[in-house]
């Protein structure tokens, strides 16, 4: 199971850095990817980090902004948001996915969302 967190209310040009954490499996024996979904939007892929933190992956509205990491040591991979906008209002997720970033055959599963709203 997946549990994203570390959502919140946040300023314009404030930061946030969310969590995805796992229970019952290794996070390292995938690739992570975070996905976001605005109100009335399409779900967006937003970044991805290969195991072993062999490559991370950005779209191009956050690159730049956000930071992909993993810490195997505590089982979680997270997303440093900085410069948000209210744009990057959206429930982000994240997804264990295999065996790569770039060639994605399956999803062994995707978490509960976090709610992320920037307003003033």
């Known amino acids: 199971q997946l549990q994203a967190s570390g959502g919140g209310l946040v300023q314009p040009g404030g930061s946030l850095r969310l969590s995805c954490t796992a229970s019952?499996?290794?996070?390292?024996?995938?690739?992570i990817r975070w996905f976001r979904q605005a109100p009335g939007k399409e779900r967006e892929g937003i970044s991805c980090i290969e195991r072993n933190s062999a490559g991370t992956h950005y779209t191009k509205s956050v690159k730049g902004r956000f930071t992909i990491s993993r810490d195997n040591a505590k089982n979680a991979v997270y997303l440093q948001m900085n410069s948000l906008g209210p744009d990057d209002t959206a429930v982000y997720y994240c997804?264990?996915?295999?065996?790569?970033?770039?060639?994605?055959?399956?999803?062994?599963?995707r978490g509960q969302g976090t709610l992320v709203t920037v307003s003033s």
């Open positions: 019952g499996f290794i996070l390292d024996a995938y690739s």
């Open positions: 997804a264990a996915e295999y065996p790569t970033c770039t060639q994605v055959v399956g999803t062994r599963t």
